[in-house]
C-alpha cells in the first residue's frame, strides 16, 4: 500500500497570507490527524478528523483550521501566517477503528517557512 | 495532565554498542505507548508499540521496548547500534479525548553514532 502523502512537500509564504496544506491518508484509512512540529515547542497536536468530523483539537488558535473529504483526504488551512507559524507539518493516518489512539502512520511533512 | 518525558535530550554511541533510551509517561488509564523514529528531513516511522499483554515488544530495525508500569517508562532498547540508527527518536502515549485519539510525544533524543 502507498503510504501517506502530503503536498507540497515544501513553501515558503510571507506574513499575512494564508496556505493550505494537503493530506492523502492511507488507502482504506478514515481517519487523518495533523501536528506541529518546531524546534522550540517540539510535536504538538492540532487536530483529528474522521468521517468528515474534526472528532479532536489541540490548543492552537482559530487560524488554524482543516477539514476532510468522503474519500479522506484532508487538508488543514492557516490563515493570516505569523513568523512563528514556520514550523514542519505532519500528516498521520490511522486505520478504521473505535476512536481510540490507534497507531498513526505518518507523511514526510510539508515544511513551512513564513518571512 | 497526560504527558511524555524523555530526559536525554542527545546521546551518542559508538558503533556496535548497546542503547538504551529513556522514556517516562504520566496517563491516568492503561496507556498506550509508541516510539517512533525521524531521520532528518522525513516523517516519523513507526519503530514498535505496546497497547497490552507481554512488556517486552520487539520492532522493526532491532529495537526493542519494555513497559514498566510501577516505573512509568518504556524505555527503548537496542543490543548493538549501526550507524543508520543515528536519528531523531520520540517516544509518545496516546491519548483518547472527545472521542478521537491523538498523540502526545516527548520532546525526542538526538541519537548520533560513533565510528
Known amino acids: 500500500k502507498a503510504g501517506v502523502t502530503q503536498t507540497p512537500r515544501y513553501l515558503i509564504k510571507t506574513r499575512g497570507q494564508q496556505v493550505t496544506l494537503s493530506c492523502s491518508p492511507i488507502s482504506g484509512h478514515r481517519s487523518v490527524s495533523w501536528y506541529q512540529q518546531t524546534p522550540g515547542q517540539g510535536l504538538q497536536f492540532l487536530f483529528e478528523y474522521f468521517s468528515e468530523t474534526q472528532r479532536n483539537k489541540g490548543n492552537f488558535p482559530g487560524r488554524f483550521s482543516g477539514r476532510q473529504f468522503s474519500n479522506s483526504r484532508s487538508e488543514m488551512n492557516v490563515s493570516t501566517l505569523e513568523l512563528g507559524d514556520s514550523a514542519l507539518y505532519l500528516c498521520?493516518?490511522?486505520?478504521?477503528?473505535?476512536?481510540?489512539?490507534?497507531?498513526?502512520?505518518f507523511g514526510p511533512g510539508t515544511r513551512l517557512t513564513v518571512l | 495532565a497526560q504527558s511524555v518525558t524523555q530526559p536525554d535530550i542527545h546521546i551518542t554511541v559508538s558503533e556496535g554498542a548497546s542503547l538504551e533510551l529513556r522514556c517516562n509517561y504520566s496517563?491516568?488509564?492503561?496507556?498506550?505507548l509508541f516510539w517512533y523514529v525521524q531521520s532528518p528531513g522525513q516523517g516519523l516511522q513507526l519503530l514498535l508499540k505496546?497497547?497490552?499483554?507481554?512488556?517486552l515488544v520487539q520492532g522493526i530495525k532491532g529495537f526493542e521496548a519494555e513497559f514498566k508500569r510501577s516505573q512509568s517508562s518504556f524505555n527503548l532498547r537496542k543490543p548493538s547500534v549501526h550507524w543508520s540508527d543515528a536519528a531523531e527518536y520520540f517516544c509518545?502515549?496516546?491519548?483518547?479525548?472527545?472521542?478521537?485519539?491523538?498523540?502526545?510525544f516527548g520532546q525526542g533524543t538526538e541519537l548520533s553514532v560513533k565510528p
Open positions: 498521520a493516518s490511522s486505520p478504521p477503528g473505535s476512536g481510540r489512539a490507534d497507531t498513526q502512520y
Open positions: 496517563y491516568g488509564a492503561t496507556p498506550y
Open positions: 505496546y497497547f497490552s499483554g507481554d512488556t
Open positions: 509518545a502515549v496516546g491519548a483518547v479525548e472527545n472521542q478521537g485519539g491523538k498523540l502526545i
